[in-house]
């Protein structure tokens, strides 16, 4: 009896055994991203460091990420730095941008190594539409401090209305590094229409920031309705992204587990 009740607890521990490590493994598959590569592209009136917060939330859940640095000289220009940190990709990448930088995301994921688009606070044209199309389609908020070109033909955002308009939801001290970092845009970007709208046929998740007083939230929402994107709201200012990254890697992760890769 002994030798009998020995084996079959023994048979039970290896049955647990194998019950526990299955359903490990079977977590662990559920959880690894299908896509683990994302690239990062920032918008006007801002660079790369933006991003730092989101950066370390993805790494830290396993992603490979890059920031582009934009030049901030024409629609082109920015299309062609993001190509450039695509090229390098080893894989299928998601390719977020945040406010202007949805114009350029929109032309640059055309590249055969997207996978995804994920617009945070952005802008998503169709082609034939600038910028500007979506930008003058509703009101700006009174706390919108984008100036008219200076004689270099740049554009800049108004330092006493920094705070308020574009990141709110920050401390003054971030506000202010933010506005002395932030890179020389050249207003012609806003005018140039995209050629192909990568969205119209890959997948694209938009994020409606809907504190943002430099883009419209109801903007948002229209061209992410138009573009079929899966939404995500976020109560946050335009750089929800910085002061919300968690909430905004959830919108990245979803997207790296649910699109087909081929």
């Known amino acids: 009896m002994k ?14 055994t194998m019950l526990v490590f299955g359903v490990s493994s079977f977590a662990q598959k559920a959880s690894t991203p299908k896509i683990k590569n994302v690239v990062l592209v920032h918008g006007a009136f801002a660079d790369g460091s933006g991003w730092k917060g989101l950066y370390e939330s993805l790494t830290q859940k396993g992603y490979d990420v890059t920031v ?6 024409s629609l082109e220009d920015d299309v062609r730095a993001t190509q450039l ?3 390098k990709q080893d894989g299928p990448t998601i390719l977020v941008g945040h406010s202007w ?3 350029v995301i929109t032309e640059a994921g055309n590249h055969p190594k997207v996978a995804a688009l994920v617009y945070v606070a952005a802008l ?5 539409e600038s910028a500007l199309t979506w930008l003058q389609s509703a009101p700006p908020a009174s706390e919108n401090g984008v100036l008219a070109p200076d004689d270099k033909g740049i554009v800049y955002y108004d330092k006493a209305k920094f705070h308020a308009g574009f990141c709110a939801d920050l401390s003054k001290k971030d506000a202010d590094f933010m506005y002395a970092s932030q890179g020389a845009f050249y207003a012609k970007g806003f005018g140039t229409n995209v050629t192909k709208a990568a969205w119209r046929t890959k997948p694209s998740y938009g994020v409606v920031a809907t504190e943002d007083k430099s883009i419209n939230p109801e903007i948002q929402r229209n061209m992410y309705k138009k573009a079929n994107a ?3 709201e976020i109560k946050g200012s335009h ?9 905004v890697a959830k919108v990245i992760v979803a997207a790296s587990k649910e699109v087909s890769v081929k």
């Open 124 to 128: 998503q044209p169709d082609a034939g």
């Open 239 to 247: 750089v929800v992204f910085i002061s919300q990254p968690e909430a």
């Open 3 to 16: 030798t009998t009740s020995f084996k079959n607890l023994v048979k039970s521990l290896l049955v647990a």
């Open 230 to 232: 899966k939404i995500t």
């Open 101 to 103: 930088g949805g114009v």
């Open 68 to 73: 582009v640095q934009n030049p901030l000289s």
């Open 85 to 87: 940190a695509l090229d």
